[in-house]
């Protein structure tokens, strides 16, 4: 659950795949945290467990996003332009 004031990072997906093949070249988790300015180490365990079931697919992340300040513009535009 999250937590009052806290801030999420999003990671794109070639630092995710970069984290795991440092692991496996065998870095520890705190070095490759460090390296690549993760905050949580806890994450480097979740794209690892990830990575072994689905491979690189498993680290895309499926959620989806607000993106509706695009779409609300597009509409809005239409919406306008077929007021005039």
Do not use: C, P
Not at 3 to 24: N, P
Not at 55 to 82: F, I, P, T
Request: no cysteine.
């Amino acid at each position: 659950m999250a937590k009052k004031g806290q801030i999420f990072h999003h990671y794109s997906f070639e630092t995710k795949k970069k984290a795991v093949a440092m692991r496996l070249e065998g870095m520890t988790k705190k070095e490759v945290a460090s390296a690549l300015q993760i905050s949580d180490i806890g994450r480097l365990k979740v794209w690892m467990r990830k990575y072994r079931e689905l491979g690189e697919e498993g680290l895309v992340d499926r959620r989806r996003r607000n993106v509706h300040s695009d779409h609300v513009n597009e509409r809005d535009g239409k919406e306008l332009l077929s007021q005039v």
